[in-house]
Each structure stands twice: as structure tokens, then as C-alpha cells.
């Protein structure tokens, strides 16, 4: 072998990348597995079809030519929504583009080990824990500091919480409210209060506000007097289309165009687009499709605290439970029994599962099982 | 208003991200606009009917569910094709997401102004110019350092490319052949050569390979003895599916797998990857709608010749042409005789204008709008 340079003496990536734990998803069972999946918070109701007609009505131009680069047309009809402007919003790949270009834009990358001494831990990104474990993965691929501030009891935030992040001289913080994995939903004066206080960008992680009796949009009226306020919202699970990779950025218009910068030339597809504009016309639907799930989560909560368990005021299409046995193995024989729930090994949460509300059929199985193992099992 | 920090008083956004001049993507006519296309590189043949018909076949199951995180059906589909191994593969959201992610993971950003002094402008990107534009905002997004090397006459690449490379301390070189925007394709050997001697990651941007008598798979195999070589491949042109977003990247396991830890957990949606599926195991018909666009592409350059054009040999799907009068007014007539085609103002590039190849109809319009305006000015 002539090369110059020898192979594998050392990786070319990073530090950073080379020190990475990658995030992981959810179980996903194969096509054809026969289980129960309520591991990762999907809506159990299908899209309206008004979304599939917009799928069948794709024809090969549209495939054939680069899509809109802004996705203009769902810009717009998100905006007609929120009543906002068109220049308030940006689309994106999923949520998680969303995050990532947030934290591109805004937070400062650590100096390199070959800049002298190590700088304080600033310019980074703050949020509270537990939570979206996605949010310390991103932070690490660019490579920027972590700021992280334990929840309260009953995974309330705490009331010095904006004071810390500016301690700490966070460029960017992430609120997921409703919180993951508990279900809490913290009242908009809160968040207005952190944002009024909080010297960076704060970005509300609305994925499941869908499920919720909320609105933050009033925090980014001219009257609110924030400039530093951006909600993401998803698709995901209350428009059903986890499938699809789709969620939109709001905020004030600066922000907007600062993350429109940086995200990829075409960041989303003439497909995904097309589906997008059409699910959010047909949102009355979806808000249906969330109504059943709402119902659902208080008549699960409400047998879940029967059997033993406690379970968590949750305003989101998940509950977070404890159950009166070890979490693990129940996670474990559940599973054994083709019904797949979250359990995460981390700190506060290795005693509870996260159990996502499926339909009424899907949810009696889940009683019924659990009813089982609660009887053969010694009680916590 | 009783804020902590004033309202913009400064921008939130990152240094780099305020000096970016975004990218510019060519012109999208809106829908209905009836004009002939020929700037930006679609392919003018639809895609495979068995491309829609994956489309047409979408359930609402595939859009409520997350997608399969890595896309595996398409990783083992394209492996299949290239004769590799499945990890050596990763799908991407566009060919963009490829370079995007390479950038992040290869080379490091900056230090930040904070700390003290400037380091050697290294561990960033390199290539030749003048080339896709991209790269350059991809990495003014990271804020890495960059190294741009001219080409040399009918861009060619230097003889020391490798070496100034290396002297620049670069860790990620791309190097896009067929080259953009002139359509000249290096030979396997040149690229053989530069991998062999740089010591960082060569990726090699393919997105044009489709219409080349060109294969550099081989440099991924074992007998290559190279651990430094990417391949990006997109969908884009050769298949006809620019609107659906969807690349892939193939190389030295490693390189993916370093890759694969930075992107979006689900970077690519259950539609796009049901479609890409259907694309690649019909390549048959998109290799045969290149061959009628390579037929085409000597048709055309042939005839622009004859007017007087200088027009450089191309294994792509668009032509570099130096039109016999000044560049920017003859892509101004053509735009008013509602035919798009692309002018960059650029050095080496000012007096050239880019023609995507379009059907015979579309070129035969190209021809003669071009002969009537050359006759009608004095000749270059």
C-alpha cells in the first residue's frame, strides 16, 4: 500500500462525534409484527383523508422539479392558523430540524483543544431534566456547552430557572411543554416570565400541545414585548404523520430568518409539502382525532391508579406511570407480551414507564395485561 | 416594557450566521408560469411509473408511524446496486444533508472571538473554484475555515491539488465530478491520486454521475486501500426526482458510521424512502431517460457551436457555454422569451452562461430563440 497517510491510526471525525452516544428511537417493530406499539407517542387515529387524497393526487412534475424552497404555501396556511406573518414561520424536516437549527444558529461550538486553556462553560445550550434526551445529542454534534437545571417536584421547573441559564450565559434554551416525558404542562405565565427574564433565545417545545389545553402564540404579539421567543410545533402526533418528517418554527421574524440561513437549500420535500398544506387546511380532524385521545388518557389514567399505579396529571397523548413493581421488569414482561412501552434507565425515571395512549382496544389490552401482572407480582 | 435585556440591541444569531449571504437557489417559476426550465438541472423525463405507483400505494399506516430511523430498505437496495456492504451506505434528504453532515462531522469550526488570537486557518474544508456554491455556505454555516484552490484551464484540477490540501491542514476536500458548472469529468486516476496523498476525507460529489461513462465505486473497495473516500449520490437528477429530496452517501464504513451518529434520528420520511426504494430498483428506465438526455446533450452543443458558441465538452446534463455576446444580456433575452437559464456571477463564469438539457421541443426552442439573438447583435 503506497498512501502517504497510514489507514486507521486515527479516526477522522471529531472528538466530539468520535465521543458520541447516538440518540435512540424507540423500538420499532418490523412490518408484520403483531404487537401493540405504545412506545413512541404516535396518534393511534389515521391522517384526515383529505392528507391521503393529496398523496394520491401527486403527479411526476411534481416529483420531477425542485420543490419551493420555502414551502411557501404551507408558510402561508400555517400563518393563516396562528395568525401571524408568513415571515414568522419556517418549515421543517421534522421537529428535530428544528432544534437542530436552533442550536446551529444560536449557541457558540466549544474552542478546539488547540486554542490554549479551556474557556467557561457559555454560549451554550440550557434545558431542564429530565427531559427530550434528543436535546443533549444535538448539543454534542455541535459540539457546544450543556447547561443542564434539575426539574422540581412533580417536574415543575424551577422558579430561578431563567436566572441559572444566565448564569450559566445560555445563548439558547429548550422548554418542552407539554414537558416529556411527564406530561406537565407549565401555565403560559411561566414561560412568559422566562422569557422576560432570560437573556437568550428560549424555544418552547410544543410537539405535543396538540393534546393540550394551551396557547402560547400570545408570546409572540407585538404586545408581549419578546423578541426571544420560538415555538416548535410537529405534525407528528397530533396531525398523525409521524411518517412524514414535518414540523414548523414560530417566532419573531429575526429569529426566523436567522434559522432560514442556515437550513438546507431544500430543506423540505414537493411530497411532504403538498401533505403538510393539506393537513393543516383539514386541522378540525386532527382536533378530533386529539379529543379521542384526551378522553382515552383520563379513562387509562383513571384505571392505571386502580391497579396500583400512580400516574402523573398528563396533558399530552402520553402518561408517565409507577408502577407497584419494579419499572424494568414490567417493562420487560409487557413486552414479552407483544405490548411495547418506553422505560428509560435514567435518573428519576428508572421507576416509572411512559406509555403512550393507544386506541380504546389497544389501552383495554394494556389494562387488562398490566391487571395480570399486578396479581402475580408483589406490590411496591 | 419591563424586560431584563433590551429588545434588539443586538442580534441573538451567531457572528457567522449574521455575515451569511445565504444560498441562492435558480429561479422557481410558480405554477402555471409557462416557461421553458433550463436552469437548474431537472432531468426532463418523468420518473419510473413504478415510482408513482409506490406513491400512489401510501396508506395512512406509513404516514401515522415513524419511519424506519435508517432507511434500511434503501441502504440494502442501494448496496445491492454498488455491490457493497449495507453499512457502507447512508440516505440522506437531498445530497445536501451528505455535505452538510460531512462538514459537521470532518471539521472543526472556529474558535470563538473569545478566545485569544487567531489560529492557522485549518482543520476545515477544501476545494476547487469555481465550483457548487454551496459548500461555501455550508461551511460558513459551521464557520470552518476554507481552502479554495483554482482550477486550471477548461477546469481541470490541479496537479498539487492533494498537496495544497495537506498544507492547508484541510480535513474534508470535495471534489464534484462531473465538475459544476462545467460538465468536465476527472478521471478515476486523478481521483485515485488525490485520495491517496490527502490526508483528510474525500468526498466526491456525484450528483451529475448518472450522465458519465464514469464508475469510482472501485475506489471503495478493499484492494483500493483507501479509508478516506466518500461517494454522493442523489437521486435528484438521474432518476428525475428533484422534488423528492432524497441522496445517499457510500464509503468506508467508518466514514458512515461517523455520518450516520450526526444526522436527524429520522433525517429521511416514510414516503421519500418508499419512493427511493421504488427509483433505484428501477434504474433501468432512469438510465435509459439519461441516455436520450446525453443523446441530447451532443445534439445540442453541436448546434450551439455552429452559432458561434463555445461550448465545453460536458459528461452532465447541462452545457458551460460562452455565448458569442455579452453573457448577462443574452440570459436577460432568454428570460424575456421566457426560457430560464442559469448565469453566475462569478469570476471565470461571468461570460458563460449554464443550460440545463431539456426535451428535444424545449432544446429546439433554446436553438432558435439563441440563433435569432445572435443574429441580431454584433458577434463576440
Do not use: W
Not at 412506545?39 to 393511534?44: A, G, H, I, L, V
Not at 420555502?70 to 432544534?99: C, M, P, S, Y
Not at 410537539?207 to 389545553?213: C, K, L, P, R
Request: hydrophobic letters at 40%; one cysteine or more; charged letters at 20%.
Amino acid at each position: 500500500m503506497s498512501q502517504t497517510h497510514d489507514m486507521h491510526t486515527m479516526p477522522y471525525e471529531r472528538p466530539n462525534i468520535q465521543r458520541l452516544a447516538p440518540y435512540l428511537p424507540g423500538e420499532q417493530p418490523r412490518p408484520g409484527d403483531r404487537v401493540i406499539k405504545l412506545n413512541t407517542n404516535e396518534n393511534p387515529y389515521p391522517p384526515a383523508p383529505a392528507v391521503l387524497d393529496a398523496i394520491h393526487r401527486v403527479d411526476a412534475e411534481q416529483l420531477r422539479l425542485y420543490p419551493q424552497p420555502q414551502a411557501r404555501a404551507f408558510r402561508q396556511a400555517a400563518a393563516k392558523v396562528h395568525n401571524l406573518d408568513e415571515n414568522q414561520v419556517i418549515a421543517t424536516n421534522g421537529g428535530d430540524e428544528l432544534l437542530r437549527l436552533a442550536i446551529t444558529v444560536f449557541c457558540q461550538p466549544r474552542p478546539t483543544p488547540a486554542t490554549a486553556g479551556e474557556i467557561s462553560d457559555s454560549a451554550g445550550l440550557g434545558y431542564a431534566v429530565p427531559s427530550y434526551s434528543l436535546y443533549e445529542t444535538l448539543a454534542q454534534i455541535h459540539d457546544t456547552p450543556i447547561t443542564t437545571i434539575p426539574l422540581g417536584h412533580a417536574f415543575t421547573l424551577p422558579d430561578d430557572f431563567a436566572r441559572q441559564l444566565n448564569a450559566a450565559g445560555c445563548r439558547l434554551a429548550v422548554i418542552v411543554n407539554p414537558h416529556a416525558p411527564s406530561g406537565r404542562l407549565e401555565p403560559l405565565e411561566t414561560l412568559r416570565a422566562v422569557a422576560k427574564t432570560f437573556r437568550g433565545v428560549l424555544l418552547i417545545d410544543e410537539a405535543y400541545v396538540d393534546f393540550a389545553q394551551h396557547d402560547a402564540v400570545s408570546l409572540l404579539h407585538p404586545e408581549a414585548g419578546l423578541d426571544n421567543v420560538l415555538l416548535l410545533r410537529s405534525l407528528s402526533k397530533g396531525y398523525s404523520l409521524a411518517g412524514l418528517r414535518f414540523g414548523y418554527g414560530i417566532g419573531h421574524r429575526d429569529l426566523i430568518a436567522a434559522l432560514d440561513k442556515a437550513r438546507d437549500s431544500y430543506n423540505t420535500d414537493a411530497l411532504a409539502q403538498a401533505v403538510a398544506v393539506a393537513a393543516i387546511q383539514h386541522r378540525r380532524h386532527a382536533a378530533q382525532s386529539c379529543q379521542r385521545v384526551i378522553a382515552e388518557r383520563e379513562r387509562v389514567s383513571h384505571a392505571l391508579n386502580t391497579l396500583g399505579c400512580r400516574v402523573l396529571p398528563s396533558q399530552s397523548n402520553f402518561l408517565l406511570v409507577t408502577p407497584p413493581a419494579d419499572a424494568s421488569s414490567v417493562y420487560q414482561s409487557l413486552k414479552r407480551r407483544s405490548i411495547l412501552v418506553r422505560y428509560f434507565d435514567q435518573d428519576r425515571l428508572r421507576d416509572k414507564l411512559r406509555i403512550t395512549i393507544g386506541t380504546p382496544a389497544q389501552n383495554n389490552a394494556l389494562i387488562s395485561t398490566l391487571t395480570e401482572l399486578t396479581n402475580t407480582r408483589p406490590c411496591g
